[in-house]
Structure formats: C-alpha cells, structure tokens
C-alpha cells in the first residue's frame, strides 16, 4: 500500500513537471495574444530531435547538447512568430488565421523531422544514469532531474513575470493591452518574447522526457494535449493556476493509474476536467475573463 | 510644446472630431470642456496613438506624432491616463507604479520615481503589496495617476479623472492633480466639470459634437455663467 502510494506520488510529481513546462508555455502565449499555439507540440518534439541530432553528429557532452537543443527550439518559435504570426496580427480574423498558421507549422516541422531522422522510435541518452530504490519504487536519477529543472524553471518563469521588466510587460499586456501601449509597451515584440520562451520551456520538455520516454515525430501531440487540458483546468492565462493544475492532473493521472487501473487514467481526467468546468468555469484558479496571469 | 492641427477622428463610419486644433504651452494647464458623448476620450485616443486620426496634424516639441505608435509617442513623453477603472486589476500597486516605468530611461530612475510618487500620494505607499482590484475607485484613481508619474512624461493627458467618485475622494483626486502641477509637468486634462478645474486650469477649450467652439483663459471663461450654461447644461 505505502509502496504504492510512493510510485503514484512519484511519477505523479514527475508528469505534472512536464504538464507544468509544456502548459505555462501554452498559457503565456494565450494570455497575451489569445492564440491557441498548436506548433507546441511540434517544438517540443523537435527539442527531443535536435538534441538526438547533435548528439549523433558531434558527440559533445549531453549536458552541452541539451542547451543547445533548447537554444534551437527557442529559434524555431522565433521563426514561427516572425515568418508566420506577427503578418496576420493585424487581420481581422486573426483569431481562425493564427490557430491554422500554428497548425501549419506543426505539420511543417513534424514532416522535416520525419524527412532528416525518419519515422522509427528514438531515445536519448539520460543526464544522470541509474536510480535508487524506495521499497519498491524504482527513482531513477534522471527522474529526479526532471523534476528540479521543471521546478526551478517554473519558479524562475514566475520571478521573471514578477519583477523584471520585460515579466511586468507581459502581464500588462495579458491584462489590457490598450493600457499596456499607454505604458509604452511595444506590443508586437513583447509577443515574440513570449513565444520564444514558451518555445524554450517546450523544448525543454522534450529534451528532459526525452530520456525516459521513446518518441517519435508524432510524439509532441499528446503532451500538447495533455497541456491544454492543464491550462484549461488553471484558469485560461493564469501562469500560477497553470503550474498548480499541472501538478494537480499530473498527481491524479498517476494517482488513478496505481489504485484504479492505467487504462482509467486518461479518461479519468477529462471526466474530471467537465465536472470541473460544470462547477467553475473559468478554471480552477480563474478568476473570469479579468484574471491573467 | 503640444500642437494639435485640423485633427479628424472617429471609429467606423461616425466621424467624431471635426478639424479640431488645440495647443497646450510649456508647464502649461489645459482643460478641455464639454459634456459626455463629445469626443473628449476620442480627442486623448487620437493624441495618444490608440486610434489612427483621419487627418490632421499632431506635433510634440516640433516632432510630428500623427501617424506614430503609441510606444514612441511615450517615448516622446505624452503620457495618456485613461479615464474608468484600472487598467492592470491582476497587479499589485507596487507592479503598477514599476510598469508605468517600463521605458529604459525611466525604469533606470524607478527608485527615485517611486519615491516621488509616495511622497504626492502617501496611500500608495501603504498599500504597495495590496492587488490593485482591492482598492477603492479614490486609490485606483491616484494610482493611475501616480503611475502615470512613473514615466518620463512631460505631458499629462488625464481623461475625466472625477468620473464615478463621491465628492470628498474628488477633492483628493484633484488635489492630487494640484501637485502634478506644480511640479512643472504641463497638463491636458479633459472634464465636464467646470467647478472642478476651477484655479487649475490656465486656458480652457469648450468641446461641442467634436468642434472646439471656445477658447480663452480660464478665469474669463469660467466667470461666464452664461456660456457654460449653454455648453454644458
């Protein structure tokens, strides 16, 4: 029983850091520009592929190649803002353009991947090799890496929004951006200052996770998934709802895997995301259409 | 140091300024009069870059500011603070003051901003980790102001600061703009109260459906019973 309880809590706190780096990426960008960022899960898997790539081609240490991955991910959303996004800003439908030019993006960047490294199943190597045993929960190190970086970065993610500059901006703009132009604000590049770190933080899911599960070019779609459900479930553009809901789902998933049954998991957590939206709907954290980030 | 030349403006197929010219001097007070619903909010907006004016001319210091985003035209140091209810509800007092410093050159200054802006209004100061929804319509309405403060502004343009206030945090309100005053800030400031802008206003404008009728001094145009009446009912 306690050994159970142990497993859950365990890789209960490990899915809700990769939910917490995939959704607070997705919600940052919904908060500020109200775009449903559809290429998350493409620049996720592409962090994975990049790191795989570089790891192949030049055997530097992994701890190198993982930040360069990122680094790349990063550039990939800076090219999606500035090639794609930032023309149709101004459209007026703005709304359905912007959603089909992420989705776009997506299926451009899965279809490179599959043309440079094909479609067969990928791993990276782990930062930290091995693990240690807790009854009979297996915590393998890497584990545990995940985990404290998603926790520092998301900590680091809500200092920045609190007292830097450029942090502050962002949430003027999420809040009115009317007011947030009177401050002087430059819109448009405050945008690309979101998606470029929202597309850091997804490649840095797909680099950490990358090491402990297989992935494929397909394989950014389901934690995207996963993320919308998290961001939905804090509140739509609350960065704090966001990181407590992905904890919350991912410490239920793991929670009616271990005591109900895996097959449950998934479809335990969208029935709990409807009665939840039934109950508050607005998300758990949010606090209606006033509240962001 | 503010020139506005044959300004048109309006939002869709209502044109709501019609070639209106106003100036407002160095370290001077203007007050633009007339009742709602005669485009004085739309006069700040096309100032201030949020919406494009159809025509027309907008100087600042000899720069022309007509056709320039809003960012640069604060850059230039018109500072628009917005008339209703606070902008950033999800910020503390203290996030709202730092924001208004958001450009380089002021977020450089921002301690001694801050400073100076709990020195004119000393509520603030007690409030600063409060969330700025928690406050009251009096403080959200110093706090725009002191946030407006916060920037490099020369021009203050204030949009109908006494709107929706009881009359004891309306006195605070403009004895907070008193202040702004003196200490050499030039003010552009739009209202349709003409008790209100009594001893604060230099030169006054009277505003009718997006015409300016009136222009002259202010005690003149105040002590004229019969002209306000007739403008603003």
């Given at each position: 029983m306690?050994d159970?309880?142990l497993?859950?809590?365990?890789s209960?706190?490990l899915?809700?850091?990769?939910?917490?780096?995939m959704?607070?990426?997705?919600?940052?960008?919904?908060?500020?520009?109200?775009?449903?960022?559809l290429?998350?899960g493409?620049v996720?898997v592409?962090?994975?592929?990049?790191?795989?790539?570089?790891?192949?081609?030049?055997?530097w240490?992994?701890?190198?190649?993982?930040?360069?991955?990122?680094?790349?991910?990063?550039?990939?959303?800076?090219?999606?803002?500035?090639?794609?996004?930032?023309?149709i800003?101004?459209?007026?439908?703005?709304?359905?353009a912007?959603?089909?030019?992420?989705?776009?993006?997506?299926?451009?960047?899965q279809?490179?991947?599959?043309?440079?490294?094909?479609?067969?199943?990928?791993?990276?190597?782990?930062?930290?090799d091995?693990?240690?045993?807790?009854?009979?929960?297996?915590?393998?190190y890497?584990?545990?890496?995940?985990?404290g970086?998603?926790?520092?970065?998301?900590?680091?993610?809500s200092?920045?929004?609190?007292?830097?500059?450029?942090?502050?901006?962002?949430?003027?703009?999420?809040?009115?951006?009317?007011?947030a132009?009177?401050?002087g604000i430059?819109?448009?590049?405050t945008?690309?200052?979101?998606?470029?770190?929202?597309s850091?933080?997804?490649?840095?899911?797909g680099?950490?996770l990358?090491?402990?599960?297989?992935?494929?070019?397909?394989?950014?779609?389901t934690?995207?998934?996963?993320?919308?459900?998290?961001?939905?479930?804090g509140?739509?553009?609350?960065v704090?709802?966001?990181?407590?809901?992905?904890?919350?789902?991912?410490?239920?998933?793991?929670?009616?895997a271990v005591?109900?049954g895996?097959?449950?998991?998934?479809?335990?957590?969208?029935?709990?995301?409807?009665?939840m939206?039934?109950?508050?709907?607005?998300?758990?954290?949010?606090?209606?259409?006033?509240?962001?980030? | 140091?503010?020139k506005?030349?044959?300004?048109?403006a309006?939002?869709?197929?209502?044109?709501?300024?019609?070639s209106?010219?106003?100036?407002?001097?160095?370290?001077?007070?203007?007050?633009?009069?007339?009742p709602?619903?005669?485009?004085?909010?739309?006069?700040?907006?096309?100032?201030?870059?949020?919406?494009?004016?159809?025509?027309?001319?907008?100087?600042?210091?000899?720069?022309?500011l007509?056709?320039?985003?809003?960012?640069?035209?604060?850059?230039a140091g018109?500072?628009?603070i917005?008339?209703?209810d606070?902008?950033f509800?999800?910020?503390?007092v203290?996030?709202?003051?730092?924001?208004?410093a958001?450009?380089?050159?002021?977020?450089r200054?921002?301690?001694?901003r801050?400073e100076?802006?709990?020195?004119l209004?000393?509520?603030?100061?007690?409030?600063?980790?409060?969330?700025?929804?928690?406050?009251?319509?009096?403080?959200?309405r110093?706090?725009?102001l002191?946030?407006?403060?916060?920037?490099?502004?020369?021009?203050?343009?204030?949009?109908?600061?006494?709107?929706?206030?009881?009359?004891?945090?309306?006195e605070?309100v403009y004895?907070?703009?008193?202040?702004i005053?003196?200490?050499?800030l030039s003010?552009l400031?739009?209202?349709?109260n003409a008790?209100h802008?009594?001893?604060?206003?230099d030169?006054?404008?009277?505003?009718?459906?997006?015409?300016?009728?009136?222009e002259?001094a202010?005690?003149?145009?105040?002590?004229d019973?019969a002209?306000?009446?007739?403008?603003?009912g």
């Amino acid at each position: 029983m306690l050994d159970a309880l142990l497993q859950a809590l365990y890789s209960g706190v490990l899915n809700g850091s990769v939910y917490g780096l995939m959704a607070s990426g997705l919600t940052l960008i919904w908060g500020s520009f109200r775009m449903l960022n559809l290429a998350h899960g493409a620049v996720y898997v592409a962090g994975a592929y990049i790191a795989y790539g570089l790891l192949s081609a030049l055997a530097w240490p992994v701890p190198v190649t993982f930040v360069l991955a990122v680094g790349g991910a990063a550039l990939i959303g800076l090219v999606i803002q500035l090639a794609l996004i930032n023309p149709i800003l101004e459209n007026p439908g703005r709304d359905s353009a912007s959603l089909i030019a992420a989705l776009a993006a997506s299926i451009v960047i899965q279809s490179a991947i599959l043309l440079v490294f094909g479609g067969q199943t990928k791993q990276l190597p782990p930062l930290l090799d091995g693990g240690f045993k807790v009854g009979t929960t297996l915590m393998s190190y890497q584990g545990l890496v995940v985990i404290g970086t998603a926790v520092a970065c998301l900590f680091l993610m809500s200092v920045f929004l609190r007292v830097s500059r450029r942090g502050l901006a962002i949430r003027a703009i999420s809040q009115n951006m009317d007011a947030a132009r009177l401050m002087g604000i430059p819109i448009v590049p405050t945008f690309v200052v979101v998606m470029v770190i929202s597309s850091a933080l997804a490649g840095l899911a797909g680099v950490l996770l990358g090491s402990i599960l297989f992935f494929t070019p397909a394989a950014g779609f389901t934690p995207m998934l996963m993320a919308m459900v998290v961001t939905i479930f804090g509140g739509l553009g609350s960065v704090t709802g966001t990181i407590w809901a992905a904890y919350i789902i991912g410490l239920m998933e793991s929670f009616v895997a271990v005591f109900v049954g895996p097959s449950w998991a998934v479809s335990g957590i969208f029935l709990f995301m409807v009665l939840m939206l039934v109950i508050r709907p607005n998300g758990l954290f949010g606090l209606g259409e006033a509240r962001r980030l | 140091m503010l020139k506005v030349e044959d300004l048109e403006a309006g939002y869709g197929g209502s044109q709501v300024l019609h070639s209106l010219s106003l100036r407002v001097g160095d370290g001077e007070t203007v007050v633009v009069l007339a009742p709602n619903g005669h485009g004085k909010t739309t006069l700040l907006r096309a100032i201030s870059g949020l919406i494009r004016p159809r025509a027309g001319r907008v100087e600042f210091d000899a720069m022309d500011l007509t056709m320039v985003p809003t960012e640069q035209i604060v850059a230039a140091g018109v500072v628009h603070i917005p008339q209703g209810d606070l902008p950033f509800p999800e910020m503390t007092v203290l996030e709202n003051l730092l924001i208004g410093a958001y450009r380089s050159d002021a977020w450089r200054a921002r301690s001694e901003r801050l400073e100076r802006v709990f020195e004119l209004f000393p509520l603030l100061a007690n409030r600063q980790r409060h969330l700025a929804r928690s406050l009251s319509g009096g403080e959200r309405r110093m706090l725009a102001l002191g946030r407006g403060l916060m920037s490099t502004a020369r021009l203050l343009m204030i949009d109908e600061p006494s709107l929706g206030l009881s009359p004891v945090v309306i006195e605070q309100v403009y004895a907070a703009i008193h202040a702004i005053k003196r200490a050499g800030l030039s003010i552009l400031l739009v209202d349709e109260n003409a008790e209100h802008v009594d001893g604060l206003a230099d030169r006054m404008y009277l505003l009718e459906a997006g015409v300016l009728v009136r222009e002259g001094a202010a005690d003149v145009l105040l002590r004229d019973q019969a002209l306000l009446a007739t403008y603003l009912g």
